[in-house]
């Protein structure tokens, strides 16, 4: 953890190490990015199975009320940006819902904007 990061950004850190497995797994380095944060990595495998990062960051970010985003970082490398949210409705800009909302919506052919 570094001695720079907000509350939010703290929370968002955690929720990297929790997804990676520990600290020491991250891979890459970690900046701040606006009011969030944002992981620089290698773009190995990164799947919703057989190692299934890609699964538990989603599955995560919507326990934990993050936006997560994955962007573009350079040649081979990915960029995941993380974004604390404090609210499961309203504006698109400020809330986060849980999975179960989410899938419920896309199965039913609902954005979830």
């Known amino acids: ?41 290698l773009a190995s495998d990164f799947s919703t199975i057989d190692g299934n990062e890609l699964t538990r960051l989603v599955v995560a970010a919507h326990d934990r009320c993050v936006r997560v985003s994955i962007v573009s970082s350079g040649p081979r490398m990915i960029g995941i940006t993380l974004f604390k949210r404090h609210e499961r409705t309203g504006s698109i800009s400020k809330r986060h819902p849980f999975i179960e909302d989410a899938i419920k919506d896309i199965r039913n052919g609902r954005p979830l904007f």
């Not at 953890?1 to 907000?6: A, G, I, K, R």
């Not at 497995?21 to 009011?35: I, M």
């Open 1 to 41: 953890m570094h001695e720079w990061m907000t509350p939010d950004q703290k929370e968002c850190y955690e929720l990297l190490c929790d997804v990676f497995r520990g600290e020491h797994h991250l891979q890459g380095k970690v900046s701040e990015w606006g009011h969030g944060l944002k992981l620089n990595r």
